[in-house]
């Protein structure tokens, strides 16, 4: 069942990697295109635009890797309700592992596979911030 449960995930996981790789191009295209150095005199705010607007991105990315992962769990049958596909994935993601809600025991392994993806993913996230910052 482990292997099954990893020939399940991988998709999701390959559809995660274009997602996270797409949005951190975008992220520093959009930094090389609006560069604003802090020291410009523009003001901190208008200085530090291009990261706000790219770790606002990276969020957006980042929700959409959770509903990736929320929408295999409803296909698979696991939860009856987006609301709660979506807060379990989210949980996993992030490895917060409340526990609160689980998976059958034949799905449950799941969960670890896209804690493992949510961590890599969220450091692709840190790594391009800090490539934006390193910029700065």
């Known amino acids: 069942m482990t292997f099954v449960n990893f020939l399940i995930g991988l998709p999701v996981m390959l559809l995660c990697m274009i997602v996270q790789v797409a949005v951190s191009f975008w992220c520093v295209r959009y930094y090389v295109h609006h560069p604003t150095p802090i020291g410009s005199g523009q003001g901190f705010l208008v200085g530090t635009r291009p990261l706000i607007v790219a770790t606002l991105v990276m969020m957006v990315g980042t929700l959409v890797q959770i509903m990736l992962w929320g929408g295999l769990f409803l296909w ?13 994935s989210a949980v996993n993601f992030t490895s917060l592992g409340y526990g609160d809600i689980v998976m059958s025991r034949e799905r449950r392994l799941l969960g670890p596979l896209e804690a493992v993806n ?14 934006i910052m390193q910029n700065m």
Do not use: K, P, R
């Open 118 to 131: 949510g961590v890599l993913m969220l450091g692709m996230s840190a790594a391009t911030l800090m490539a």
């Open 76 to 88: 698979l049958g696991e939860f009856e309700q987006a609301y709660d596909a979506i807060y379990h």
